[in-house]
């Protein structure tokens, strides 16, 4: 996206979406509010990498075949620590209950797309590796994304299937989502809905960078004022892992009768979407703390 566009659509959008949120008590649908929103979107990705990071090990439930657990160039990184329950060292066997807290400290630790974490994720499962359908629950204790605190219970039923998307057998992932998000300005946003993710791209290799995913879903997100709006996703998102930020695809966004949408564009990795609403597109920037 170009650089001119980008000055002339953020003053744009300032000035219009600022006004429209006062005026309309925050009912209208605003650049800030859905950029909000795509925050959320990566910090759901970004977990569901890190979960799905600790299902591909040897106690995990990874199902692959011919495959090579992903273990090298693994999207957990060094600076976050890993218990278990039944400790590690302990032999387990199907049936067995497996309970992980993944602790990413207090100071901040960053992800290999750049995204910074703190705090604990405790993943629960049980250990059935001969199965192809699992259900994974996964909570935060004083967890922070880019320093946005999330509070909830997340649940995911992971099967192993193929797809037009992807004609292989590959992880399917649905989540259903019910968390709470407080900004750093302290607002509080609530999110409820449900996400399919699965991985088109670099399965069959040992190097979860070059992993890309493709999502879709529906979702209602409740602001601070009030407001609520439904945001599905009308043309599959894509996420590669390589990149802080979603690269492509559509989510339109529905409140109090009006409608815009979000493009993330051609598949560049950058931190810009187009917001475009009342048929007045506005480039705003996505992502970061």
Known sequence: MKTTKLILG???????????????????????DAATNAKLDIMNDDVSKIVEDQLNTSDGISGKTNQTIQTTDAFLPACATVTRVPAFGTTITPGTLITKTIDFGTTGCPLPNGNVLRGVIVITFMYQPAATSHTITYTFQDFYHNNIEFNGTKTFTRIMATSTANPNIHPIVTM???MTATLPNGDVVTRV??????????YATAIWLDNIYQVTGEWTTTFPSGAIQTSTITTPLRIRMNCPNIVRGVITIVRNGNTATLDYGDGECDNLAIFTVNGNSHIITLGGN
């Open 10 to 32: 953020l003053a744009l959008a300032f000035s219009i979406f600022s006004c429209s949120k006062d005026d309309n008590g925050g009912n209208s649908i605003t650049a800030a």
């Open 176 to 178: 259903d989502m019910d």
């Open 193 to 202: 809905g449900q996400r399919v993710r699965e991985i088109i791209e670099g």
